[in-house]
């Protein structure tokens, strides 16, 4: 599938090529010991001749593992979403770049050994989970009453949301990680090198903290509690550190086995090292903790991943989307109202930009993403020419294999069609399309079947309660009486939106409108209800002349 694309992602300009060029940077620069290995590693590359290249440098060979973490501490929300998006975008460029020929895996961990400190707001049991305060999130008693933990809730519901968008992810929980012996090794090499860790570390802090760090977090035996205490002895050859329990008792435990888990900068250092990560994305509010934790990973022996840094996600209100306040929108609610297509294409745009994650996003990304389609398989039946396919979102999008029909009908075209035809079941709807797209059915183009789904939702829960329709005046409605007549002379079959928009330019120009941007804003404001709307002549081509006519009469004789 991946395969004989590499010289067209030498070229490709689109950002996750970009990334997919940093890693393979990367291994050789990590992988290899000489400028002289690595010269002549790329000029194998260059002249795709991988099986030399792994008989040569096996290091090479071993898989790339692409990683993003997700915080179990609350319901998973979009954000949580685009850590697995990204990821599997660039890993998809990466890829193609090799040929396919290097192995590569996702780990998907969940940080679901971290201690719950805010109690999510849109979660029941609020008493139940005060009670449960500080414990691993594992440990903390699930709220909905369905999983043996919180945590274990929350992985529950990410993972169905992964696996239905089919990203090839392996999980990895934290907790079990600790808990295995998984992390035993980089736990036990964090014991050994301390003071390097502290060095690092204690800078970083105010001086409260900085007195009182360490970066072991040891459970309390009595309470069950993540407690950020003091390490007041260490055996390295035993693998054990002594600290005080929250009642003053000294307690000694082993680093290894659960019994511990790291700071948070340590830790994902560790985890680095632990997982051999070769690259991650994180959001800019991390930029320090990765300069940070790339520090403590070389004190460890590790070499930090490639890394890329993302603008994060804003709500309704610009404020930052988190998982305790339980703002911004959950996976089902895009999914109520957009394709998992349009979402992607959301997560794919501008990386580096903020971005509000809120319902009114929703129409014009599904309808970019349809035009980034139409625009890719019209390139693809042209033969390319000089374009890039790889250039197009859709190729990211898709993992390669964008579908090889897009919807259409757009999807705001959709809204307002249900909006004015009071639509309120799909059947009605179709009614329409088929007289616009004779032949079509639900069976013929799925892509509008689903859409119209979606724009049913989005009308029922968003349009229609802000409607507000206006009198129109009195320039208005003689330019709208102007329209009805042109309409009128037009074929009363006519399916042409050229030719209707044409007309309804003719009387907004005749009416003295200036800018011509108010005419058609006063069109969808009197017809519509709304302040914006589709293209007139595209809408009245699938409304129906008669129909529209209808409309614009019915708005002129209407009390003033």
């Given at each position: 599938m991946?395969?004989?694309?590499?010289h067209?992602?030498?070229?490709?300009r689109?950002?996750?090529?970009?990334e997919?060029?940093?890693?393979?940077?990367?291994?050789?620069?990590?992988r290899?010991?000489?400028?002289?290995?690595?010269?002549?590693?790329?000029t194998?590359?260059?002249a795709?001749?991988?099986?030399?290249?792994?008989?040569?440098?096996?290091?090479?060979?071993r898989?790339?593992?692409?990683?993003?973490?997700?915080?179990?501490?609350?319901l998973p929300?979009?954000?949580?979403?685009?850590e697995?998006a990204?990821?599997?975008?660039?890993?998809t460029?990466?890829?193609?770049?090799?040929?396919?020929?290097?192995?590569t895996?996702?780990l998907v961990?969940s940080?679901?050994m971290?201690?719950?400190?805010k109690?999510p707001?849109?979660?029941?049991?609020?008493?139940?989970?005060?009670?449960?305060?500080?414990?691993?999130?594992?440990?903390?008693?699930?709220?909905?009453?369905?999983?043996?933990?919180?945590?274990a809730?929350?992985n529950?519901?990410?993972?169905?949301?992964?696996?239905?968008?089919?990203?090839?992810?392996?999980f990895v929980?934290?907790?079990?990680?600790?808990r295995?012996?998984?992390?035993?090794?980089v736990l036990?090499?964090?014991?050994e090198?301390?003071?390097?860790?502290q060095?690092?570390?204690?800078?970083?802090l105010?001086?409260?903290?900085?007195?009182?760090?360490?970066?072991f977090?040891?459970?309390?035996?009595?309470?069950?509690?993540?407690?950020?205490t003091p390490?007041?002895?260490?055996?390295?050859?035993r693998?054990?550190?002594?600290?005080a329990?929250?009642d003053g008792?000294l307690?000694?435990?082993?680093v290894t086995?659960?019994?511990?888990?790291?700071?948070?900068?340590?830790?994902?250092?560790a985890?680095?090292v632990?997982?051999?990560?070769?690259?991650?994305?994180?959001?800019?509010?991390?930029?320090?903790?990765i300069?940070?934790s790339s520090?403590?990973?070389?004190?460890l022996?590790?070499?930090?991943?490639?890394t890329?840094?993302?603008?994060?996600?804003?709500?309704?209100?610009?404020q930052k989307?988190?998982k305790s306040?339980g703002?911004?929108l959950?996976?089902?609610e895009?999914?109520?109202?957009?394709?998992?297509?349009?979402l992607?294409?959301?997560?794919f745009?501008?990386?580096?930009?903020?971005?509000?994650?809120y319902?009114d996003?929703?129409?014009?990304?599904t309808?970019?993403?349809?035009?980034?389609?139409e625009?890719?398989n019209?390139a693809?039946?042209?033969?390319w020419?000089?374009?890039?396919?790889?250039d197009s979102?859709?190729w990211?999008?898709?993992?390669g294999?964008?579908?090889a029909?897009?919807?259409?009908?757009?999807?705001?075209?959709?809204?307002n069609?249900?909006s004015?035809a009071?639509?309120?079941?799909?059947?009605?709807?179709?009614?329409?399309?088929?007289r616009?797209?004779?032949?079509?059915?639900?069976?013929?183009?799925?892509?509008?079947?689903?859409?119209a789904?979606y724009?049913i939702n989005y009308?029922?829960?968003?349009?229609?309660?802000?409607?507000r329709?206006?009198p129109?005046?009195?320039?208005?409605r003689?330019?709208?009486a102007?329209?009805?007549?042109?309409?009128?002379?037009?074929?009363?079959n006519?399916?042409?939106?050229?030719?209707?928009?044409?007309?309804?330019?003719?009387?907004?120009?005749?009416g003295?409108?200036?800018?011509?941007r108010?005419w058609f804003?006063?069109?969808?404001?009197?017809?519509?209800?709304?302040s914006q709307?589709?293209?007139f002549?595209?809408?009245?081509?699938?409304?129906?002349?008669?129909n529209?006519i209808g409309?614009?009469e019915?708005?002129?004789?209407?009390?003033?």
């Amino acid at each position: 599938m991946l395969q004989g694309l590499t010289h067209l992602a030498r070229e490709a300009r689109a950002w996750t090529f970009g990334e997919a060029r940093n890693i393979l940077a990367r291994l050789l620069r990590v992988r290899l010991d000489s400028d002289a290995e690595r010269d002549l590693a790329a000029t194998l590359i260059a002249a795709d001749k991988w099986g030399e290249l792994f008989s040569t440098f096996p290091a090479l060979a071993r898989p790339v593992i692409f990683q993003c973490g997700y915080g179990a501490s609350g319901l998973p929300h979009l954000g949580t979403f685009g850590e697995a998006a990204r990821p599997t975008m660039v890993r998809t460029a990466f890829r193609a770049l090799t040929d396919d020929a290097i192995a590569t895996r996702l780990l998907v961990v969940s940080d679901d050994m971290d201690p719950l400190r805010k109690i999510p707001g849109n979660v029941p049991n609020h008493a139940m989970l005060e009670e449960d305060r500080e414990k691993p999130v594992t440990s903390v008693r699930d709220p909905f009453g369905e999983y043996d933990s919180f945590g274990a809730h929350n992985n529950a519901r990410a993972r169905a949301f992964f696996d239905s968008f089919g990203f090839d992810y392996e999980f990895v929980s934290a907790t079990d990680s600790y808990r295995s012996g998984r992390y035993d090794e980089v736990l036990r090499r964090v014991l050994e090198r301390f003071e390097a860790v502290q060095a690092i570390m204690l800078p970083t802090l105010g001086d409260a903290r900085r007195a009182t760090y360490s970066p072991f977090m040891p459970i309390s035996p009595k309470s069950g509690r993540l407690l950020q205490t003091p390490t007041l002895e260490r055996d390295v050859d035993r693998g054990t550190i002594v600290f005080a329990d929250e009642d003053g008792t000294l307690t000694e435990v082993p680093v290894t086995g659960g019994y511990v888990k790291l700071t948070w900068r340590p830790d994902w250092a560790a985890r680095w090292v632990a997982l051999g990560v070769d690259y991650e994305m994180s959001g800019k509010d991390l930029v320090d903790s990765i300069r940070i934790s790339s520090r403590i990973c070389k004190a460890l022996g590790g070499e930090p991943p490639e890394t890329f840094t993302y603008e994060l996600y804003m709500d309704e209100q610009n404020q930052k989307i988190s998982k305790s306040k339980g703002n911004g929108l959950t996976m089902e609610e895009w999914l109520r109202y957009g394709s998992p297509e349009s979402l992607e294409y959301y997560m794919f745009t501008s990386p580096k930009s903020a971005k509000r994650l809120y319902f009114d996003v929703i129409p014009k990304a599904t309808d970019e993403y349809i035009q980034h389609l139409e625009a890719y398989n019209r390139a693809r039946a042209e033969g390319w020419n000089s374009a890039n396919p790889l250039d197009s979102p859709v190729w990211s999008v898709c993992q390669g294999q964008p579908p090889a029909k897009a919807s259409p009908v757009s999807f705001t075209l959709l809204l307002n069609l249900v909006s004015v035809a009071g639509a309120a079941d799909k059947t009605l709807l179709w009614g329409f399309l088929s007289r616009y797209l004779p032949g079509a059915t639900p069976q013929s183009e799925p892509m509008l079947d689903r859409l119209a789904d979606y724009a049913i939702n989005y009308y029922e829960d968003f349009v229609l309660p802000a409607k507000r329709f206006r009198p129109p005046t009195d320039q208005e409605r003689a330019a709208f009486a102007d329209l009805a007549a042109r309409l009128k002379a037009l074929p009363a079959n006519c399916t042409d939106a050229e030719a209707i928009q044409n007309q309804v330019y003719e009387a907004g120009k005749a009416g003295g409108f200036e800018p011509l941007r108010s005419w058609f804003q006063a069109l969808y404001e009197v017809l519509l209800g709304q302040s914006q709307g589709p293209r007139f002549g595209s809408f009245a081509a699938i409304f129906g002349l008669a129909n529209t006519i209808g409309l614009i009469e019915t708005a002129l004789n209407a009390p003033g």
